[in-house]
């Protein structure tokens, strides 16, 4: 986003590309930002997405994957 002389914050990433998204995923730290991103249009999943462990990539895999088919159901 730097190149395009905008913040870097998930929702001017949600804004930015909102037309092409159906879903956007949103950090447990950023959550306050989740509520801009559904107003704008797009559902929107918060979870934790730093992944330290083995545990924390299949968490993260399987909360997205849910969200994706809850997504192609609306």
Do not use: H, N
């Not at 918060?46 to 462990?53: D, E």
Request: hydrophobic content about 45%; aromatic content about 6%.
């Amino acid at each position: 986003m730097a190149e395009l002389q905008l913040p870097g914050t998930a929702a001017e990433v949600a804004r930015y590309y909102g037309p092409l998204l159906d879903g956007f995923v949103v950090d447990e730290c950023d959550r306050a930002q989740a509520s801009w991103v559904a107003d704008s249009g797009t559902r929107c999943l918060v979870t934790g997405t730093v992944m330290t462990t083995a545990d924390d990539k299949v968490r993260l895999a399987r909360e997205i994957l849910a969200f994706v088919q809850d997504l192609a159901q609306k």
